[in-house]
C-alpha cells in the first residue's frame, strides 16, 4: 500500500514549544476557577430543559443524517467509506444494485448504534459524496430499548438538517 | 541457466539471465506500476506504465519487454521517471470516471494503488470534458464490463484468445473511443470469470459478488476447491458483517505453477454458495433436531449392539485426516468399511485444461489410505447391512438397511443425521489427480459449534488427540509411508 505524505502545520517554535499553549489553557481554566469561587452567585446555569441551548455553533456533531439530492432521491451510494473510517464500528450498511438509473448503487441497510457511536464526526469527513452530516443540532436521544437507538436508513433519511442548503452539496462524486 | 547481476536502485539482485525487468522487480517485491504485464500471459508492451531508467539508454524504457543483462542499472525513482509516469497515468485517467465510491474493485485497484504512488493530484481535465461510454454492459458468464473504467490493457483479451482457447472479446474503435466489446455470447470456454481478476482496474467485475462487500473488509483463507480432482488452489474470502454470520463471498485462484497457475474454472468458482446455505447444522434423529448428546448415546448403543449388522461407507470427498479417522473409528469397532465408487465421475465435465472428470478431490488420498474400494465387496456387504455408517457417500441403500449420516448438508434418507464442518470451516490435506499432496486451511467460523469430522469420531472414541494436527501427522505417516516429507 502506498501514501500520499501530507505537510504537517505548526512548524514555528512558538507552536512546536507546547508551553505558550499550556500557559494560555491554564490562564482560561485557573480564571474561571477563581472566579466562581469567589462568587457561587454567578456561575453560569442553564435550566435545561426548562430553557435550551441557544449557543450550539455550525461545527456542533449533533444527530446524523442521510442528505438527499436535488431530485429528492438518496445522495448515499453505499461506498462503506464512512463504516470503513468509523472507530466505534457502529454504521452497518448491505448495498444493492440501485435501478432507477440514477445512479448505479445504493444501500439496502445502513443502521447506526448511537449507543456506540462516539460522535467524532469521521464518517462525515470520509463521505465522497456529502450523503451523511451531523449538522440537526439534535443533542438529546432517548429511548426505552436498545434497539431504540439504531437509527435505520429511513430514519436518517427523514431527519431534517438545521441549516441550509438541505442537499447534498457534492458535486457528480460519481456521475 | 547462468545468473547475472544487476542493480535496480539501491538493489543489488541476482536472477537468470535472459529474465524480464520487471518479472525480476516483482519477484523481489519491488514496486514498478504495470497494466498490460502479466505472469501468466506473454509480454504485451501496450501500456507503457511500466517504464523505467536504464543506464547507458537514452530514453526510458518499459521493464516488461526488456531482458535483464549483466551489470545493468535501472532506476525507478529519479524526478524525471517520477514525471514519465505521472504523465503516462494522468493519459490512463483522462476519460476515467473516477467513481471508486460504486466500483468493486476499489480497494485492490492498480489506478487507485499507482495514483497514490506517482499521480498527479491535480486535475488538467474538468469531468464534464470526458469521453463517455457503456457503463454497465452485462457481457454473461458472471462478467459486467464498464468500458470507462477500462485502461485497454488488453489482459482480457489476450486471456481469452491465449488461455480459454476463444475469441469472445476484441477491442473494436480508434483512439479515445476504444472500447472492449464481446463477440456473441461471453462464455470464455468455462473459464471467463478469470477475467475478473485479470483486470487490473475495475472495468471488468463479477455479477456474483457485485456490491456485496467491500474488499477490505474480506478475511482470506488459503484453501483447495473441492469441485474436482484438480484441487485448484484457492482464496476463500469471508467475512461476517455486525450481528451476521460468517459468510463466504467469493473464492478466488491463488497462484501455483505446479497445479492451476493463477486460474481456476467458473463451477468451481461459483461452488462456495453451496458452503453458505442450506447446511445441515443439528444432530437429527428420525427427522427431529436433537442434542449431541442424544445422539452420542444412541449411536454408541447401537455400536456396542454385537447382533446388528453395521457396514461404514466413506466418500472421497474428506480430507486425509478425516478419512484415516473414519478407517480408525472403524477398525476400533470391527465395521467393514468400503470407500469411493463411480457415483462422482463426470465425463462431462473434463476438458482440456483444468477441469478433470473426478468430481472429488481425494480420491487418490482414500486408495492411498488402503480403504476397499472394490465394487463387489462392497454391495455385497451392503446387501445384508442393517446399520449402515455414511460418511457422506450418499450411496443409495436398500430399503432394509437404516443410514446414519455424518455430512454437512441434510440427508433425506437417513435415521441420524451428525453436523460436521465443511471444508472452509476446518484444515487438513488432500491429494490431487497428479498425486500432489495439498494443505487447506478455513477459518470460516459459524454460530453453531461444528466439529472436523474427525474431531468428531474423537469426541465418540473419547480420545481427544484426534482433534490436533500433530496426532493426525503421525498417524498419517504411520498409514502411509509414502507421505512422510509430502505433508
Ligand atoms: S460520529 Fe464517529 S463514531 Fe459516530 S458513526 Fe460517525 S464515525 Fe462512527
Ligand atoms: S461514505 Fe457517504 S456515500 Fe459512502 S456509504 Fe457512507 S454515507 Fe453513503
Ligand atoms: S477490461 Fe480490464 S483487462 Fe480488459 S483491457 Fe480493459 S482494463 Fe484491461
Ligand atoms: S478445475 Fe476443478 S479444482 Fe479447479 S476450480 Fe474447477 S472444479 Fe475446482
Ligand atoms: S506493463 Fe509494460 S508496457 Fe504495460
Redesign the interface.
Known amino acids: 500500500?502506498?501514501?500520499?505524505i501530507v505537510p504537517r502545520h505548526g512548524k514555528s517554535f512558538k507552536e512546536r514549544w507546547y508551553l505558550s499553549a499550556l500557559w494560555v489553557g491554564f490562564r482560561t481554566t485557573f480564571g474561571h476557577f477563581w472566579r466562581n469561587i469567589l462568587n457561587t452567585n454567578a456561575i453560569d446555569v442553564l435550566e435545561y430543559p426548562e430553557v435550551m441551548p441557544n449557543d450550539i455553533t455550525a461545527r456542533y456533531r449533533g444527530h446524523h443524517r442521510l442528505t438527499h439530492r436535488d431530485d429528492g432521491s438518496i445522495a448515499c451510494?453505499?461506498?462503506?467509506?464512512c463504516a470503513?473510517n468509523c472507530p466505534a464500528?457502529c454504521i452497518?450498511i448491505?448495498?444493492?444494485?440501485r435501478i432507477d438509473g440514477i445512479?448505479?448503487?445504493e444501500p439496502r441497510r445502513f443502521e447506526i448504534d448511537l449507543l456506540e457511536c462516539i460522535f467524532c464526526g469521521y464518517c462525515v469527513e470520509a463521505c465522497?459524496?456529502d450523503a451523511i452530516r451531523m449538522d440537526t443540532n439534535i443533542f438529546s436521544m432517548v429511548g426505552n430499548a436498545r434497539s431504540d437507538f439504531i437509527r435505520t436508513k429511513e430514519q436518517l433519511l427523514a431527519t431534517q438538517g438545521a441549516y441550509a442548503p438541505t442537499h447534498s452539496q457534492a458535486k457528480?462524486?460519481?456521475? | 541457466m547462468s545468473n547475472v547481476t544487476l542493480r535496480i536502485d539501491e538493489h543489488t539482485l541476482t536472477a537468470p539471465k535472459g529474465s524480464l525487468l520487471i518479472q525480476v522487480m516483482l519477484d523481489n517485491g519491488l514496486s514498478i506500476p504495470h497494466f498490460c504485464y502479466h505472469e501468466a500471459l506473454e509480454a504485451d508492451g501496450n501500456c507503457r506504465m511500466c517504464m523505467v531508467e536504464i543506464e547507458g539508454q537514452k530514453r526510458p524504457q518499459i521493464a516488461c519487454n526488456t531482458p535483464i543483462k549483466e551489470g545493468m542499472i535501472v532506476r525507478t525513482t529519479t524526478p524525471s521517471i517520477m514525471q514519465t509516469k505521472r504523465a503516462i497515468l494522468e493519459l490512463e485517467l483522462r476519460n476515467h470516471p473516477v467513481d471508486c465510491p460504486i466500483c468493486d474493485q476499489a480497494g485492490e485497484c492498480s489506478l487507485q494503488e499507482y495514483y497514490m504512488e506517482v499521480g498527479l493530484y491535480d486535475a488538467h481535465v474538468a469531468k464534464s470534458d470526458k469521453i463517455h461510454k457503456a457503463k454497465h454492459v452485462d457481457l454473461g458468464s458472471h462478467v459486467v464490463l464498464d468500458q470507462e473504467r477500462c485502461v485497454l490493457c488488453q489482459r482480457c483479451v489476450r486471456f481469452v484468445h491465449d488461455k480459454a482457447k476463444s475469441a469472445d472479446l476484441v477491442v473494436t474503435g480508434r483512439g479515445a473511443t476504444s472500447v472492449i466489446s464481446a463477440v456473441g455470447a461471453f462464455t470464455g470456454n468455462g473459464y471467463a470469470m478469470n477475467v475478473v481478476d485479470l483486470c487490473p482496474v475495475g472495468a471488468l467485475t463479477s455479477s456474483d459478488f457485485r456490491f456485496a462487500q467491500r474488499v477490505w473488509f474480506l478475511q482470506s483463507d488459503a484453501s483447495i476447491c473441492h469441485g474436482c480432482a484438480r484441487g485448484c488452489n484457492i482464496h476463500l474470502d469471508h467475512h461476517a458483517i455486525k450481528g451476521g454470520i460468517d459468510t463466504l463471498y467469493r473464492l478466488r485462484p491463488r497462484k501455483n505453477s505446479a497445479v492451476n497457475g493463477h486460474f481456476m474454472c467458473d463451477t468451481g468458482r461459483i461452488s462456495y454458495k453451496s458452503l453458505n446455505e442450506n447446511r445441515l447444522l443439528e444432530p437429527h434423529v428420525e427427522g427431529h433436531a436433537t442434542s449431541f448428546s442424544h445422539t452420542f448415546s444412541l449411536l454408541r448403543r447401537t455400536l456396542d449392539d454385537k447382533s446388528q449388522t453395521i457396514v461404514a461407507l466413506v466418500s472421497p470427498h474428506w480430507s486425509l485426516e478425516n478419512l484415516a479417522s473414519v478407517k480408525l473409528f472403524c477398525a476400533r469397532f470391527e465395521i467393514p468399511l468400503f470407500g469411493a465408487h463411480e457415483a462422482s465421475i463426470e465425463p462431462s465435465f473434463a476438458d482440456e485444461w483444468l477441469r478433470v472428470a473426478d468430481r472429488a478431490p481425494n480420491r487418490a488420498g482414500l486408495e492411498l489410505l488402503g480403504i476397499d474400494v472394490s465394487p463387489h465387496a462392497r454391495d455385497r456387504a451392503l446387501s445384508r447391512a442393517q446399520v449402515v455408517l455414511d460418511f457422506g457417500h450418499d450411496a443409495t441403500l436398500s430399503s432394509m438397511s437404516t443410514r446414519y449420516y455424518f455430512g454437512t448438508h441434510p440427508h433425506s434418507d437417513a435415521q441420524m443425521q451428525l453436523p460436521v464442518a465443511a471444508y472452509s470451516e476446518e484444515s487438513g490435506h488432500l491429494i490431487n489427480c497428479d498425486n500432489i499432496v495439498q494443505h487447506y486451511s478455513g477459518s470460516v467460523k459459524r454460530s453453531e459449534p461444528l466439529l472436523s469430522l474427525h474431531a468428531l469420531l474423537g469426541l465418540l472414541v473419547m480420545e481427544g488427540a484426534w482433534a490436533t494436527q500433530p496426532f493426525w501427522h503421525a498417524t498419517l505417516i504411520d498409514m502411509a509411508p509414502s507421505l512422510e516429507g509430502r505433508l
Not at chain 1, 1 to 4: A, G, I, L, P, R
Request: hydrophobic share 30%; with cysteine; aromatic share 4%.
Open positions: 500500500m502506498s501514501t500520499h451510494v453505499a461506498c462503506f467509506m470503513t464500528q452497518t448491505e448495498a444493492q444494485a445512479d448505479e448503487k465522497p459524496c457528480g462524486a460519481h456521475t
